[in-house]
């Protein structure tokens, strides 16, 4: 299994033409046959649990890369590492999200012949990631039952920029009262046409629907 770790510094000129840099990263990953997903999401949404639950199911099937990007640590790489998944650490140290030309820097130096399918796991904020492509497939946003009825209607531009949602810890919902039928509605209220997934990843309730609304 192999794991690398990269510090990068925000004050160099990684920020610059960003959509280009993305342009040139979905042609690389299509050059090479690559689902590429950049999930992005709040700070305990289960992000990171969701990718350890995606990874159990499909590492069988395809070898995958996960790119995680965090202020610092490595801890969610290494959670993701666990599963047989070959791992990039980006660490941005005080950007509160990913760009194209970090994912260029991060995989420099992977062979990326070696994978069908790369998880971006983007830095834990809901605002920041959902202004910048970083040239993936796909742009999921995971919200969470345990955020509260309202970050819907609080963040439409992220849901807006997204390919899909997906609504993670059903399982907690009864406990919490919480009406999901309402969270959905106020997400079709946004885009009345976008994918939503209720999901619990640590059941794993839902979880096939969402494998096969990914195309994997």
Same mark, same amino acid.
């Given at each position: 299994?192999?794991?690398?770790?990269?510090?990068?510094?925000?004050?160099?000129?990684?920020?610059?033409?960003?959509?280009?840099?993305?342009?040139?990263?979905?042609?690389?990953?299509?050059?090479?046959?690559?689902?590429?997903?950049?999930?992005?999401?709040?700070?305990?949404?289960?992000?990171?649990?969701?990718?350890?639950?995606?990874?159990?199911?499909?590492?069988?099937?395809?070898?995958?890369?996960?790119?995680?990007?965090?202020?610092?640590?490595?801890?969610?790489?290494?959670?993701?590492?666990?599963?047989?998944?070959?791992?990039?650490?980006?660490?941005?140290?005080?950007?509160?999200?990913?760009?194209?030309?970090? %994912?260029?820097? *991060?995989?420099?130096?992977?062979?990326? @012949? $070696?994978?069908? #399918? &790369?998880?971006?796991?983007?830095? !834990?904020?809901? %605002?920041?990631? *959902?202004?910048?492509?970083?040239?993936? @497939? $796909?742009?999921? #946003? &995971?919200?969470?039952?345990?955020? !509260?009825?309202?970050?819907?209607?609080?963040?439409?531009?992220?849901?807006?920029?997204?390919?899909? #949602? &997906?609504?993670?810890?059903?399982?907690?919902?009864?406990?919490?009262?919480?009406?999901?039928?309402?969270?959905?509605?106020?997400?079709?209220? &946004?885009?009345?046409?976008?994918?939503?997934?209720?999901?619990?990843?640590?059941?794993?309730?839902?979880?096939?629907?969402?494998?096969?609304?990914?195309?994997?």
């Amino acid at each position: 299994m192999n794991e690398r770790t990269l510090r990068i510094d925000i004050k160099k000129d990684l920020f610059g033409a960003n959509e280009d840099a993305a342009a040139k990263n979905a042609v690389m990953f299509k050059e090479h046959g690559i689902t590429a997903i950049d999930i992005m999401g709040s700070v305990g949404t289960g992000k990171t649990q969701l990718i350890e639950s995606l990874c159990e199911r499909l590492s069988k099937s395809y070898p995958i890369l996960m790119i995680a990007g965090d202020l610092d640590t490595r801890i969610d790489a290494d959670r993701v590492g666990k599963h047989g998944v070959d791992t990039v650490q980006i660490n941005t140290e005080t950007a509160c999200h990913l760009d194209a030309r970090m %994912i260029q820097v *991060a995989l420099n130096d992977v062979n990326l @012949s $070696k994978y069908k #399918v &790369v998880f971006v796991e983007n830095v !834990g904020n809901l %605002i920041c990631p *959902a202004g910048y492509s970083l040239g993936t @497939s $796909k742009k999921i #946003v &995971v919200v969470s039952v345990t955020e !509260g009825p309202y970050m819907i209607r609080k963040h439409p531009l992220t849901i807006k920029r997204s390919d899909m #949602v &997906v609504i993670n810890k059903i399982d907690l919902a009864a406990i919490l009262d919480f009406d999901i039928d309402a969270l959905e509605h106020d997400i079709r209220e &946004v885009d009345a046409l976008l994918p939503v997934f209720r999901v619990s990843s640590k059941t794993g309730e839902g979880l096939e629907e969402l494998i096969r609304g990914l195309g994997l």
